[in-house]
């Protein structure tokens, strides 16, 4: 299996404090990622330093093979496509026209679109099904909605790699599940999927390969068979949980106790 | 495509108005008057207005304005001293006096952690106040210099082009349209950014660089313009409003209508504030009396 | 590029037709920007030469018909222009950016800026000269200096003048009434600034304890808090009504102002 992105020894903090402590990691291409763990363990962090949007304060960074810090960012964003956790829509730009902004980093300053990029654009209107929206103000759509268009200005891209940071917090059980069976069928499509997410059961459900994050280190990696447990959970998240079985795939679920043990 | 005809014609109406309508007869030399006043109209109002949306966009905030990150202030502080000094308002100080502050103002936005672009805002607000604290006790001591620092403060456009002072403008209107230009390029990366900074990171924007170059580059020009026709208000901060109402979020659109409009407006109001009374309206003044209305008008529509 | 000199051509054109009809005889044409000095040419009678003052200029009545060409501090270029001045009289600093263009348009200037009464002979002096009314010149030096006589008195009273109460800004030691002060006998409690209208602070008013209160503004001092222990309280010595441009103005009325504080500082 190619390496899609690889971490050595990378250290991370913002001004003092240390956020992401001595992190090596291999992802693999064509994976579905989860990265899990408490608040502030350095999830998100981590996935801007798996983009370049942070710079690593020791360490390196390699993209297929290649060193982050040679590569240019317009040149990262046609590899790896970013779909941040908050998106502010303060200018209520159309839908076609936010999906085209994925464009950008192939376009130069005062470049038409061309017919590779309009056939881009096309694409990940229909792979996000949101064809139909294509001339709605952005403001005119329900957050659920507003999620695959920002997916899909990350899609027309073109990226071989996808990272989300908590792609489905803030949507009802309807939306988080069709995102997620959306970021499982790019996966099929040949992306490689990472996503920051705090609901261990839809990681667990769809992602084939787990990292535990605490405190800056990597607690545990493994599929969700091998790392989610009562144990592992207790320790790092301090709670007794229990953990029956999916009783259609057999990958565990997690039940929270009625009451504190 | 009506939008654009309709702006263009305001546009030459503007200017045609400026050049006919006075309480003067036409003669050659009220017609150098008007000339000067005409070209400084549009290059400031232009650039003014081209700036606001760039800096309402870098900073996704509605309410900056070009004189938000220090620089009217700058200038008169500068021009302050200049008087203080010469005795008279040279445009040369108030220039340095508004990028001086611009250092300032970046050098604060660096000091701290948490994003550049945010506490260039905050950095600019609390120089701003500095520079005003400082004219005033320039304006109280100096007692006979106030009146020359409160033309800077408000906005003059009746100064005369004539052979001392044209090749000074003429270079300074250059350099502007060059940077103006030059910006202009960036309208994509702008369009990205209001949608926030990791957006804009994800696509392939170097956050950083980008906010330092559109610092400079705007602080560069609205430093020139407040040199020469002092801190006019109000069309940095509604124009853009207005040009995003008629033409739409995208800059690729909206910053040359910022740039026709502003221009236009300051015109109009100049050519008003002239005629409407017996001595010179300020024309910050006007300005604000016939934009607020239209500007309410298209916002209900 | 042709066309627009085309059309600039053409403004021109029209406007040659225009100014050959309007062309006037007269080659003496003043707009004067300075109050004081519109008071001096009408006294000296050159009222004819005026073809321009301020909004400012209110005295004497004739003075309010001339043509307008705006306030004391926003005149318009235009509307100066427009009369077509061999003479423009100003007033710096006010005026001083108006003076820069003027200067720029190659218009003869009379920079009026007397800082002291003898300054104001000379400039009528001058200015009768210019307007060919030397005798009427010289008569009305005369009569001002006749009626500007210095005043001995043995015990000299102190006075405090305010031009506005928010802020309290009263006279310094560079303006003409602080001049005025001190012809008349008594002496002003801000002589000591080395400015014309100083800001100054209640407390410091308080502490110099004027014998004699001039309000030059509509306000009264009834409701002040620690102003009733002043001695000029005390003394029912608080004048109000008073025309302040008898007394600011440095022009022939100023003899109206002397006599003023002549009679409030024997009372």
Redesign the interface.
Known sequence: MKRAIELKKVCFA??KKEVIKDISLILRDKEFIGIIGPNGAGKSTLL?LL?G?LKPRIGKVFIYEEELQNM???????T??????????????SIS??VS??R??Y?N??QKLSAEDKEAIEKALVQASITEYRNRPINSLSSGERQRV?IAR?LA?KPKIL?L?EPTSHLDLHHQYRIMELLRKLNTEGITIVIVNHDLNLASLFCNRLFLLKTGKIWATGTAREIINVKTLKAVYGITVQVINHPQTGVPQIILPSKEQ | MNKTLFVVILFILAVVLSLLVGPAQLNNQILQLRISRAVLGIFAGGILAFCGGILQGLFGNPLVEPYTLGAASGAALGGSIGVLVFGTVSPFLAFLGASGVGFFVYTIARLEGGLFRDRLILAGVVMSFLCSSLVMIIMVMGGKELYEILYLLMGYLGIIINTTNRILIIFLIIISLATVIFLYRFHRELDIISQGMETAAGLGIDIQKFSLIIFFATSLIIGFTVSIVGAIGFVGLIIPHIARLLFGPKHLYNLPASFILGGTFLLLADTLSRIITVYELPVGVVTSLIGVPFFIYLYKK | MRCIRAIILFLITINLFNCSKKNNTKSLRIVSLSPAMTEIIFALGGEHYLVGTTTFCTYPEAAKKTYKVGDFSHPSLERILAQKPSLVVVNPPEQNHIIRELKKLKIPLFISQPRCIEDIYKEISEIGHIIKKEDQADSLVNFMKNNLKPIKKDKIKTVYVELSSRPLITVGQKSFLNELISLTGGKNIFTDIKKAYPIVTQEEIIRRNPDIVILLHPGNIKDRLGWQKLEAVKRKQVYKNLNPDILLRPGPRLVQGYNKLKKILSE
């Open positions: 913002y001004d801007k983009c949007i240019n960012q317009k040149e990262i964003a046609r790896i496509g970013f779909v941040p956790q908050e998106t502010h829509f303060a200018l209520n730009f026209d936010i902004m994925g950008f980093p376009l300053p005062f920002v990350a891209q990272l940071d």
